[in-house]
């Protein structure tokens, strides 16, 4: 917070605190103190900053209130110096058997708390979005009814939600990067007719590039029609343009009117869990991880309700070093009850050292369960979900629900390329400068008949040399729930850019991620197009099972899936390889 109010001059800062499992976490805070709930790093941060940020006349707008935004607000308040703060609420509701249960909330709250002169906004479940769209329909008096500007907005609050990772954070191209300083963070300069250029402050490290924000646009989206309770944006309409160093323009989005219902997030008990790691050296790992897993198994009073096994194969033949010798074998274990799977469990597994495998170790000691949730989501109408701006005088707005709503199957997505391993893609539309407008590229796997570009066609049967796809694309992923997203495009300083992502669009289907990641190959699978950025958008519903909270990957927020992909290796035409 002091580097941005220090580094440049900014109307607004805002700050996005609420992963999925954070809200999971503050709900167990709340249950402890009925005071907590919020944020409370956030409050920290104000409180060595918010006489900087008010000398400097910059409003902050966060949802770091999390399941009490009210109770953070007042806590604001305590700092004293005649803060205006206010808060926004409605998103928590009342949901049966649940640890939680908030809706989405859209950016017409904060917009109100602006309007009456508050200082500082803080919130609940907002959209990330709403966090920087809330400032400019303030700023520029947008309403309702301005869909393409409330999409450029969205679009930019996008961008920004994430911090860093719009400017080189978890960037697949970070070699190219300035990666010698700390990342800057990144800024929007949006302009009333919905144009939004992304920039960063001088001298901090990283890059703002058509790449760096490319990978954010991409980042955890299930299809190009983004829903948000203000606005679908029409993600497949965005443009970029470098303008100079650090500088990246948004331009041409589009917007339809949202749908008549909300997303809400809901956390459901999901019981206790566990996980003992046994490390498996040198000759015979398949043979030490089957005993080993009959042997626990066994020794189990009571078995658990769910329990899986996970051998990583991190093992190197001729190893030079111990941790080249060894690979892990995870056991988890789930069960409602928490005695089922703590020490009973864990303790179990640590009994076996002087009578399993040569070489037995563990990566811990024994440890109890933990309790995990489950993520769930529901749609409510928007007319029955309450949404309030209270006001720094205590007064309290309603915001009504946007009048105009998409009917029931107005905003359907757009064709996908591949679903299920067949199907063409949509027409590859053109950005001004960028990609040429060709005929529609056809899938993998797709009907006779709808054959591709002539260059695409020539590709597909011409030369081509075994390299990791990486060679050709980026790739950025993450998670939504218990579905991995990962967006995958070609840079934009390929020479050649137009042809390859001609080639990777007809040849990168559902079946082909299949193949190449065949952790996918029972679950549903989902690529869209996103011509104007070069990308594929590829959705795999269920790889993260019930969510982060309960997941059992070890990366169960998807966020490697798409360096995973970058490292297959394929048959990419040569002459697309730089």
């Not at 205006?84 to 640890?99: I, K, S, T, Y």
Request: charged fraction near 20%.
């Amino acid at each position: 917070m002091r580097e941005m109010l220090e580094g440049g001059p900014l109307d607004y800062l805002t700050g996005d605190y609420l992963a999925e499992l954070t809200m999971l976490i503050l709900g167990r805070d709340r249950r402890r103190d009925p005071r907590l709930g919020y944020a409370r790093t956030f409050l920290r941060q104000l409180t060595e900053c918010l006489g900087l940020a008010r000398s400097a006349n910059v409003r902050i707008v966060a949802n770091a209130g999390g399941v009490n935004p009210a109770g953070l607000a007042e806590a604001i308040r305590e700092l004293g110096g005649g803060v205006r703060v206010a808060h926004v609420e409605g998103d928590a509701l009342h949901w049966p058997g649940a640890l939680g249960a908030h809706a989405y909330l859209g950016a017409f709250g904060i917009a109100e708390a602006l309007r009456h002169g508050a200082d500082v906004v803080v919130t609940g479940r907002v959209t990330d979005a709403a966090l920087t769209l809330g400032p400019a329909v303030a700023e520029f008096g947008w309403t309702r009814e301005d869909l393409d500007l409330l999409a450029a907005g969205t679009v930019a609050g996008h961008v920004l939600e994430c911090g860093t990772q719009a400017t080189g954070g978890n960037f697949s191209g970070f070699t190219t990067l300035d990666t010698g300083r700390p990342l800057g963070f990144p800024l929007a300069e949006i302009a009333a007719d919905g144009t939004v250029v992304i920039t960063k402050h001088p001298g901090t490290g990283g890059a703002v590039t058509v790449d760096t924000v490319t990978a954010q646009l991409v980042y955890e989206i299930d299809t190009p029609r983004y829903l948000g309770p203000d606005v679908v944006t029409r993600l497949d309409t965005v443009q970029l343009v470098q303008q100079g160093a650090d500088r990246v323009k948004i331009f041409g989005v589009r917007g339809a009117a949202p749908p008549a219902t909300a997303k809400v997030a809901v956390n459901r008990p999901g019981g206790h869990r566990n996980t003992v790691t046994f490390v498996l050296t040198g000759l015979d790992i398949e043979a030490k991880a089957a005993w080993v897993r009959r042997q626990l198994e066994a020794a189990l009073a009571r078995p658990p309700a769910v329990i899986t096994w996970e051998l990583a194969r991190t093992d190197r033949p001729d190893p030079a070093t111990q941790a080249q010798a060894s690979a892990l074998l995870h056991c988890h274990v789930q069960d409602f009850d928490p005695d089922v799977v703590g020490r009973a469990f864990s303790g179990a597994a640590v009994e076996l050292a002087l009578a399993s495998y040569p070489g037995f170790h563990v990566t811990a000691p024994p440890a109890a369960a933990r309790e995990f949730g489950v993520l769930e989501t529901a749609h409510l109408p928007q007319s029955d979900i309450p949404h309030v701006a209270v006001l720094p005088d205590g007064a309290r707005i309603d915001i009504p629900p946007p009048a105009a709503v998409a009917a029931s199957g107005d905003t359907p997505p757009p064709a996908a390329v591949g679903t299920s391993g067949d199907g063409p893609p949509p027409a590859a539309v053109a950005a001004s400068g960028d990609l040429r407008p060709p005929a529609a590229v056809r899938a993998s796997g797709g009907p006779p008949g709808t054959a591709g570009p002539r260059r695409a066609h020539r590709l597909a049967g011409a030369p081509a040399t075994p390299a990791p796809l990486g060679r050709l694309v980026h790739a950025r992923s993450g998670d939504k729930g218990g579905t991995a997203t990962i967006g995958v495009w070609i840079p934009a300083r390929h020479p050649r850019r137009h042809d390859a992502y001609a080639w990777l669009a007809g040849w990168l289907d559902a079946a082909r991620v299949r193949q190449l990641l065949p952790e996918t190959a029972p679950l549903r699978v989902t690529v869209h197009a996103l011509p104007h950025l070069a990308a594929l958008n590829i959705v795999v519903d269920g790889l993260l099972g019930a969510g982060v909270a309960a997941s059992t990957r070890s990366d169960p927020q998807a966020k490697a899936v798409g360096e995973w992909l970058r490292a297959r290796v394929a048959d990419i035409p040569t002459e697309l390889l730089t």
